[in-house]
């Protein structure tokens, strides 16, 4: 039982390069997250999923797309990549929403020159 | 909106001494909530969280958060820090109606010296 997986563990993109960041559970989870933490500015939702097929927006979306065609993928792009998207991107998963915990992936470091 | 305020940004202490995190929200309705744990290089873990009955909840390694109501305030205490608590801690509520996504406060964290 892994949990929560993430690839990479780092990257490092020029401004305009995209790539896509891959996120997995076994936990059967519907509910799935990408966050990014930022110095002194805490977790920042960017987009969600609550079930397989569906994706919507969190608190911060520009620049990024999602899809989650299978229950246990839950995958985040960046077109065009800008030095704002320099961050460290959680993974996270959760059976419902509401009282049940979250359970996070180890994190992608990336950074935009 | 909805919004959680963690007041201690960066705190210092001494092996041994007693910890209180500070964390407000600032939602009138019926809230869960919730304190992870970050320890360096690691991924964000659950410390302990509540939803309803005794407000004193107990977590892992020793933490408890008390929750007051009429305060809006659900902060985490340890009596003793060890040097392993070394870590950031983030505090977390969501609305037990309607719209249940988690917000977050922005993190303290926490250096305890050996």
């Known amino acids: 039982n892994a949990g929560v997986t993430q690839t990479p563990k780092f990257r490092v993109l020029k401004t305009g390069q995209s790539m896509t960041l891959l996120c997995a559970q076994d936990?059967?989870?519907?509910?799935m997250y990408w966050y990014r933490q930022d110095p002194g500015m805490g977790l920042r939702l960017i987009h969600y999923?609550?079930?397989?097929?569906?994706?919507a927006k969190g608190e911060v979306p520009d620049g990024y797309n999602v899809s989650r065609l299978k229950k246990q993928n839950f995958l985040l792009g960046l077109e065009s990549a800008a030095p704002s998207q320099t961050s460290v991107y959680f993974c996270?998963?959760?059976?419902?929403?509401?009282?049940?915990?979250?359970?996070f992936g180890p994190g992608t470091r990336l950074t935009v020159t | 909106a909805q919004s959680v305020s963690q007041h201690n940004h960066h705190v210092i202490l001494s092996e041994a001494a007693s910890l209180e995190l500070g964390c407000n929200y600032s939602?009138?309705?019926?809230?869960?909530l919730f304190w992870y744990v970050q320890y360096p290089g690691q991924h964000l873990q659950l410390l302990l969280k509540y939803f309803s009955g005794d407000p004193l909840v107990k977590g892992i390694k020793g933490f408890e958060a008390e929750f007051i109501k009429s305060k809006f305030s659900f902060n985490l205490r340890k009596p003793s820090v060890q040097w392993s608590d070394t870590a950031e801690y983030f505090c977390?509520?969501?609305?037990?109606?309607?719209?249940?996504?988690?917000?977050w406060g922005l993190g303290t964290s926490l250096a305890v010296n050996p």
């Open positions: 977390a509520v969501n609305d037990a109606g309607n719209n249940r996504k988690l917000i």
């Open positions: 936990m059967n989870h519907e509910y």
């Open positions: 939602y009138g309705g019926t809230v869960n």
């Open positions: 999923s609550v079930g397989e097929g569906t994706t």
């Open positions: 996270a998963s959760s059976r419902d929403q509401g009282r049940v915990e979250q359970y």
